[in-house]
C-alpha cells in the first residue's frame, strides 16, 4: 500500500485546510485509514480515523471542529480542518492499517497555524 498526502499549508487561526491521502497497491487489504501529527519534540498522536465500515473517531482536541472522510471512488482520504488553533501546528502523516495491524505511512505535510 502506497500512501500520497497532499494538502498542508500555512493558515492563520480560525481558517481552514484539507488534507488528502490517496491510496494505491493493495488497498482492499486496508482496515481503517487515519491521520496523526507530530509536533516539534512531541510523539505522534491521532487525530482522526475512519473505518472500513465507515465508521469513525477523533482526538478530544479536535472534535467539532475536523472532520475525516473517504471517497472510495478515488480510494481517497480526507481530514477537513476548521477553526484551526496556533496548537495544531505539527506535520501530519496519513495512516493506514491492513487486517494483520501493520501500519503503512505517508510522507508527513506541514500544518502551520499563525495567531
Known amino acids: 500500500v502506497q500512501l500520497q498526502a497532499s494538502g498542508g499549508g500555512l493558515v492563520q487561526a480560525g481558517g481552514s485546510l484539507r488534507l488528502s491521502c490517496a491510496a494505491s497497491g493493495s488497498i482492499r487489504t486496508i482496515k481503517s485509514t487515519g491521520w496523526y501529527r507530530q509536533a516539534p519534540g512531541k510523539q505522534r498522536d491521532l487525530v482522526a480515523v475512519i473505518s472500513s465500515a465507515g465508521s469513525t473517531n477523533y482526538a478530544d482536541s479536535v472534535r467539532g471542529r475536523f472532520t475525516i472522510s473517504r471517497d472510495n471512488t478515488k480510494n481517497t482520504v480526507y481530514l477537513q480542518m476548521n477553526s484551526l488553533k496556533p496548537e495544531d501546528t505539527a506535520v501530519y502523516y496519513c495512516?493506514?492499517?491492513?487486517?494483520?495491524?501493520?501500519?503503512?505511512w505517508g510522507q508527513g505535510t506541514q500544518v502551520t497555524v499563525s495567531s
Open positions: 495512516n493506514a492499517r491492513n487486517h494483520w495491524q501493520y501500519d503503512y
